[in-house]
């Protein structure tokens, strides 16, 4: 497990983060936490790729455990803070296991098909799921998460939509092009790793 630390940490921090800046809007239709949270398939998939995919539902487990128990520890489990804590766990395990999967059925093929598919699929899965449970049936007494059924344009500039579904698509968007921006790192990170291990 202590070659597995590494992606551990890296995936508690990264869930820690992201639970917190999802709470805040960055302009009107986007939260920080979209920036943060594409990392995780970063994690996920550069474990699948050394490790192999036990290795990389272990880091899922042990990071989202951890992440889980640092967000609690930090936020409190408030009414807000419990249906976000609710959307952002079943979403995150959803979504990294299917990338798993998915990740580990294209493995064989180009470098990037498996990386770039599993995250583009993961991503759609993690979305669907974090923004209808944390934000859907958001009311106004809902305390933070009451303004996530305030009417808006969509994404600023479409048909006029609760807030929450153009925040969804504005988050989505985010992780589709992250998903392609960290095809670069995901490749140097294999290949040091794989050559440290071959150096072992």
Do not use: H
Request: glycine share 8%.
């Amino acid at each position: 497990m202590t070659r597995y630390l590494p992606g551990v940490l890296a995936m508690a921090i990264i869930v820690v983060a992201s639970n917190i800046l999802v709470q805040f809007v960055v302009g009107n239709w986007l939260t920080w936490g979209a920036f943060t949270y594409p990392l995780a398939f970063l994690v996920t998939e550069v474990m699948n790729r050394v490790y192999g995919p036990a290795a990389a539902r272990r880091v899922v487990f042990a990071g989202f455990i951890a992440g889980v128990l640092c967000s609690v520890i930090a936020a409190g489990l408030d009414k807000t803070t419990l249906r976000i804590a609710i959307g952002s766990g079943a979403a995150f395990l959803c979504a990294q296991l299917t990338d798993i999967v998915v990740f580990n059925t294209l493995r064989d093929r180009k470098w990037w098909v498996a990386p770039l598919t599993s995250s583009m699929i993961g991503s759609c899965v993690d979305t669907a799921l974090f923004f209808t449970i944390a934000f859907a049936a958001a009311l106004p007494a809902d305390g933070n998460t009451g303004w996530a059924n305030e009417q808006v344009a969509l994404l600023g500039a479409g048909p006029v939509t609760s807030l929450w579904i153009s925040l969804a698509i504005a988050d989505w968007l985010v992780k589709m092009l992250l998903a392609i921006l960290t095809l670069v790192p995901f490749r140097i990170i294999v290949r040091n790793l794989l050559r440290g291990r071959q150096e072992i």
